[in-house]
């Protein structure tokens, strides 16, 4: 009888802590690497699946810094199925090495922090 009522309390908290929309990325960070400032703009599109049991709505997605812009599915993703972030890092002027945050609010349980880094070379300098 405890063994049963044991099982029953596991399946009961398993349910209320997958209940609703779940947001798994297959990845939450990126390293770009070495990325030549003269080359432009470099993108990166982290996926997202819905592990969930209802639609998955991202709300809003916030960059720590205006040097990386943000685009992400607006429309409600269903259970087992995938969206995307996609981040795009500009490096004009920022040589050196950079690490920025990708907070990405939606009607999950949890916020989920993402992060791109890498190195910016200079361009050459004009003689």
């Known amino acids: 009888m405890k063994k049963l009522l044991s099982l029953s309390v596991l399946a009961a908290l ?3 802590v997958f209940a609703g929309p779940q947001a798994k990325f297959a990845k939450e960070s990126h390293d770009f690497g070495k990325i030549n ?6 993108t990166y599109i982290f996926d997202v699946k819905n592990t969930g049991d209802a639609p998955l709505i991202i ?3 916030e960059t720590s810094c205006g040097c990386t812009a ?8 269903a ?4 969206g995307e972030v996609k981040v795009t890092y500009n490096p004009a002027g ?7 945050t990708i907070t990405v609010n939606s009607n999950a349980s949890k ?4 992060s791109i880094k890498g190195e910016v ?3 050459p300098k004009k003689k």
């Open 14 to 16: 398993t349910a209320m």
């Open 37 to 42: 400032e003269g080359d432009g703009k470099v």
């Open 59 to 61: 709300t809003q997605v």
């Open 70 to 77: 943000r685009e992400y599915t607006k429309e409600p993703i």
């Open 79 to 82: 259970p087992g199925e995938n």
């Open 94 to 100: 920022r040589p050196g090495p950079f690490k920025k």
């Open 111 to 114: 916020k989920v922090v993402l």
């Open 121 to 123: 070379t200079p361009k």
